[in-house]
Each structure stands twice: as C-alpha cells, then as structure tokens.
C-alpha cells in the first residue's frame, strides 16, 4: 500500500487550496496510491497523528471545485520548524515511524521558505538513513512572492489583483471631495516589496494609481517623503501613497518602530502602530492636509471572491506536477514556475532542489524600481501583469461566498 | 426647454451611481426633459457652475452599465450645508439665479441625511417665494442605512455584502491556526449600528462568524467585553469581534477616547486610535492571548466588485421613481423604498415629504439587538438578508475592474 500525505504550512493564502485540489485530483488518478491523507496544522499534525482522509471529504469535482475557492488554508496550518537531526533525530524518528504506521511513502508540503526547510531537512535525514521508498517534495505558497527559484509564487497573483482592484477602487472614492487629501494605504510585506508593487496595477485602465510607491527594498528617507508628497499635491487634489510594512530608514530602523519605542498608553503599554499610522501622523503634522492610513491587513491575503484565475490555475497545476515528480521518483525538490514569456504569457513547471530555496528570500530587483525610489518600473508592470488576469466564477449561497470546511 | 439637473453629496458608496443611471435614462425617455446636467462636487458645483451634460459623456448602455458599476460619486461630493433662508437668502437666490441661467426645472440630489436638509430648504424657499415651476426631489444614499422613512438605504447592501463576505473570509483565515486568537474588526457607523449588524450574514452559510457583534446602540461595558471574549475563547480556539467604530460606554464616552486623550507620540502629537485598536490593546494586556485589530476602512464604500445586485437594481429604481415624481409634479419629497414582505423579498417606492428624513438618524432599533448586547436577533438577520443578494457582472480588463470617470 502506498499513501500520499498532503499538509498545508505558514500564512494562509487564497490559492493554496487549489493546490491541494490539484493534489487529490493527481492522486486520485493514479494507480499507485492509495489513500490520500491531510495533516491537520501541518508538521504538527504529523506529530500528532491528526489526519484525515480527503476523498472522503472532497467527494466530487462539486466539492473539489468548492475547495479550490475556498481561502485559507482548508487542512490548517502551523509555524513549527523541525530541528536539525544530526544534533537530535527525535523528530524524524517520530515521522517516520508516522508514515510507516500509514504506509505513507509520498509527502507533498505546500508552504513558503520556512516550510522548505521542513522539506529539505526531510528528505536529507531520509537520504542520510538510506530511506529510499518516502519521498517528499515542496509546493510553492506564499502571497509575498518571495520564493527563490521560481518566477513567482501561487497566492500572489491573487492578492495582487485584490490590491490592484481595492487601489483603483479607493480612487473612485478618495477622488470624490474637491480638498487635499493623503490616503497612505499599507500592503504586506516585512522583508520584499513585490506587494506594494502590485498597487501600480490599479493604472491598468487609465487610473492615476498610487502617487508614490515605497517598497521595503529601498531605504525610506521621511524628509523626502514629505516632500514628495507635498509636490505630488500640487498635481493631484487627493493622492494615494502605497507602502510596504516593512520600509526602513537607511539605518535599518522600521519606520513602524520610530514611534513604537516612545509609545505608551495611559494602561502603560506599548503601542503597536504600523508604519502607515507613523506616516500619517507625520502628514498631519508636516502638511496639515487631510490624510488617512488604511491597513490591507488580512483581506489581501484572504479574498477568494476576487482571486485570480490566472493564480488558481496555476497553484493547481503545481499541485498536479508534485504529485507527479513523486511518481517519477523524485524527492528533496521544489515546484517551481518557469516563465518562457510575459506577452503572450506562456509558463512551464520544473522541479529544482530545495536546498536552492529552503530559508532564502527572493526581494525585488533593482531594475524594478525607479532610480528615485518612488515608483516601480514598466518592466515590473510587464512582469505582474499576466498574474493578476481572469476572474473566478466562485459559488455564492444567501449572497455570500460558499466555502468547503474539512475539518 | 425645461432641463434637469442631478447632483450627488455626502460620503461615497458604491450603488450611488446606479441611482445616477436610473435618472439619466428615465430622463432620456421623457419628451418633458431636454438636457441632463450633473453638478460638479455637489452644491459647490451648482454656485461654480460647474455643469456636465451627462448625455454627451453617457453616450449609450455600455456606458450607462459601466457608470452603475463604478464605485464612488462620479460627480464628485461634498459637505456643504445650505444655511437658513429665512435669516439669509443669497445662497438661495444664486441657486435659483443659476437654475433660471441654465433652464433648470427638475433637480434631484441624492444623498443621505445631511443633503436631505437641502432638499428641504430649497424646497421651502421655492414655495415661499412662489417658485412653482422648480421641482426639487432627494433620492437616498448612504451606507449606513440611517435614513428615516425607508425601509433601507441604496448603498447599504453592497457594503453589507461586502461585509459579510469579508468575514466570512476573515473566519476561514483566522481559522488555520492552533493556538488562541482573537480578531477584532471595527465596522463603520458612528452613530448606527446597521453595517456592524451585517457582519452576522456571513453565518448564512454555517460559518461561525462574528463569536461577538457590539453595535453603538448599545452602552459597552470594558470589563463585560473582556469577560466575554474569554467565555467565547473556550468555545471556540479563534474568534472574530465585530464592533462599531462609534461604540461608548455608558457614559457617552467613545471607547476610541478613552486612550486618545492621554496618548502622544514622540513628535508630541495626539494619536487618532479606533476602538479596535483600543480594544486589542486591552485584550492583550488582560488576556495576553494573539490579538488583532482590522479597520474595514474605506474599502466596505468603495469595494464595486461585490457589490449586491439587489442593491443597484433598487438603487437604480429609486433614480428612476425620483425622476417620475418630479415630471408628476412632486416637489420637496424623498424617494422611499417599501418592504412589503422579506420572503419573497418584495418592496415599493413612494415619495415622502423630505422634512420627515431630513436631519434626522435612524437607530438599529431594540428587537433587533438581543438581551445581552452582544449579538443581533433572528428579526434582524430576516431584515438584512435580502439587501445583499445576487452578484453583480462588472466588466474587467487587464485583470481589475473598468470604471467610468466622468470628469
């Protein structure tokens, strides 16, 4: 008997669903597996045996459709990060003895560069004990985009047609009053810009988009953004300012952090204030005008109803791909997405070693971003466009999205 | 020639320009009207003489669909309030100089509570100063939904749906993790609690939604809601707080002063906290379990994409009824919708006089908020249910949606 195991790791993304769909469906098809189990809460789940069996749950293409949907990760998931075996194979052991009580020998992990970790330290200790019948493998997921060794990352494509789409919304509404106004709107993104990036998309159709555009990637300077923002006014009446989370002056000091520090309530407690908050207190003091900070928060990363086709395809077909390296035998690798070219938009699925992605970062290029800082390049519009094309056809009941809950 | 003219005002929402549509093609149909004009920013607008001709940039049905689809006042809004015609006419006195300039003889103004005070006064001057031959007309707008004499207000349900969406979407993102969270999400509504209410659709489907729903209607109690938080936490392991941004305790203070008056950043400066901040902070430190606010903010006006068609098609209907009272004769009235019955959801329109809207706010009243004060009745969830059914087809290209800007 052969099983295949599917878990879910790190933040939740809209797409990650759809590659489990693509899991089941390869594996359902194939005739050398069997049952096809979930981990619940991933790695944790392993530890804990906590699994279920997906074909009884996902019974049909009705409810394979509804799942890849549904936002969120459907088998939960963890930030749980295995040790290092050569100091201490506790863990492993526990895996494996895990998977031989299943008859698990294939193991997919759906995660982000943390979670490849958990892959590469897998298939290492497997390797290492001369275990040649389980093979693991990783699927990309993260909608930071932030993945080495693929053009890009299902999840992404989704939240940047959710930021496109709420940026071009949000200047229908910021354009109604005849007075200066700031509208300083804060993407996601502790580490990489690509995000925020995807705020320039909202121009696709003759929008002004975002005034000025901050990614992490360049060093924030709060004279210059002042400025900027003043000469911007002079311009446009109201403006929209898109920033990462994570923009930091030059010394490395997050912008959230300049006021954090001194920042207590009068419970004496610290204050966690974004950076978009910090920036609009700063407008508010420096220019006077009307300004206002918007969180995308968790919607970017969680609005199925505005996902893109585009990215749920293809999170699908990374998921159909893993399964199918598995089959051929592979193990410790990576599915990543090739592109062949931008316009017509033509991609292929490779699989490559997950050592070349466990832990590292992918930020964005600096042929991405305009020499002031301020604004991203045509080239990055090329390079975001074709993620964020189609629109899904999700299934609403009494008005609101219908979703498929596993456990 | 007798011609008419359209003016929008007050905060922006997405069905707005649906009731914009309505009366630009019920006008075209009529042999009484000749041109259609749109003020610009409002009343402002009307003392610029900043007119469009709606006709010559609403050239046929592709571009009326798509200026129904588009989010936000496409002729622009804006606060201003007429003052008392009694003490001083001049304001009153432009305005009719500029209606007799530009052959003026219908004028609907859509809008919320505060633009129904115009409506009413100029309605009031007109007929004190024998003014027969101008008719003016209110046509209701307001995502709050506090308008008197109406059943609900155009605008309304496509933010509940948005709403109802989003949390539905926050309960499956919230959900993936293992350990005890809570998320707070603050909801619009200052004064009236209807959107907040909303959040309880995203049940509809057997969500959990919100575990609690705080409405400004009712007198909050800090140390009631930390108590409650920890009762639901042994429920369930993560849950989502529904609040109103205008929540206060029994006093009358707003739970968002209750930090803002001590609070200071670096620079010196008051720091603008909403209660969900505030709230988060206090979930923190008296239970120290993961806690997170979320603003709704601008989006829950201005999210087109998911707009409710019931909403735009009423929206639209009350344009259309506005333009027939007024070629009917009707004058100083408001157009109100009618629920006959909620299943079948049927309804009416009929105008009412405006003095009975204008100024005036409509509570979220007794029977639909239960005992404890912290969720909505079965009465409420009947009432809310029709308003954000059916999705709407809005056209996109190059992946985000197409709007029509007018100016």
């Not at 959710?162 to 700031?182: C, G, H, K, N, Q």
């Given at each position: ?7 879910q ?60 949907y ?6 939960g ?9 050569r100091?201490?194979?506790h ?6 003895d ?33 275990i ?22 299902p ?8 930021i496109a ?5 949000l200047?229908?509404?910021i354009?109604?009053y ?11 993104g ?5 995000l925020t ?17 901050y ?27 898109a ?14 952090e300049?006021v ?21 207190n700063l ?51 990576f ?9 017509p ?25 305009t020499?002031?800082g ?7 519009l090329?390079y ?17 999205p ?6």
């Amino acid at each position: 008997m052969n099983n295949i195991l599917v878990a879910q790791s790190g933040g939740p993304t809209v797409a990650i669903n759809s590659t489990l769909t693509g899991i089941i469906e390869a594996a359902q098809v194939s005739s050398k597996i069997d049952k096809i189990y979930g981990a619940v809460n991933g790695i944790q789940g392993i530890f804990e045996e906590k699994f279920i069996e997906l074909e009884e749950l996902v019974k049909n293409t009705d409810d394979t459709e509804l799942l890849g949907y549904t936002p969120a990760a459907a088998l939960g998931s963890c930030r749980f990060k295995l040790n290092d075996w050569r100091e201490n194979d506790h863990q492993f052991k526990k895996i494996t003895d895990v998977f031989r009580k299943y008859n698990i020998t294939y193991f997919v992990l759906i995660g982000g560069n943390d979670s490849m970790d958990t892959v590469w330290k897998l298939s290492e200790y497997f390797a290492e004990k001369g275990i040649e019948d389980i093979k693991v493998i990783g699927a990309p997921k993260t909608i930071d985009n932030d993945l080495e060794e693929t053009d890009h990352c299902p999840g992404f494509g989704s939240a940047a047609k959710y930021i496109a789409t709420t940026f071009a919304e949000l200047e229908r509404d910021i354009s109604v009053y005849d007075d200066p106004a700031v509208t300083i709107v804060e993407v996601m993104g502790r580490n990489a810009g690509w995000l925020t990036a995807a705020s320039a998309l909202s121009r696709l159709n003759g929008g002004t988009g975002p005034s000025l555009i901050y990614l992490c990637e360049t060093a924030f300077d709060v004279e210059q953004f002042i400025e900027a923002v003043k000469e911007k006014l002079l311009v446009n009446n109201a403006i929209l300012v898109a920033i990462s989370e994570g923009i930091m002056d030059k010394k490395g000091v997050y912008i959230s952090e300049m006021v954090q520090s001194d920042f207590q309530d009068n419970f004496g407690h610290k204050y966690i204030a974004g950076a978009g908050r910090v920036l609009e207190n700063l407008v508010r003091e420096k220019i006077g005008c009307k300004v206002r900070s918007i969180e995308l928060n968790l919607m970017q990363r969680s609005a199925g109803h505005i996902a893109s086709q585009v990215d749920l395809n293809e999170a699908k077909m990374t998921g159909r791909k893993a399964v199918q390296c598995l089959l051929e035998g592979v193990t410790g690798e990576f599915i990543s997405i090739v592109r062949k070219c931008s316009e017509p938009y033509t991609i292929e699925y490779k699989s490559v070693p997950i050592s070349k992605v466990a832990n590292k970062e992918k930020k964005v290029p600096a042929n991405f971003i305009t020499a002031s800082g301020m604004n991203i390049t045509d080239e990055m519009l090329q390079y975001l466009k074709p993620l964020i094309q189609g629109e899904v056809n999700i299934k609403y009941e009494n008005g609101i999205p219908k979703h498929l809950v596993l456990y």
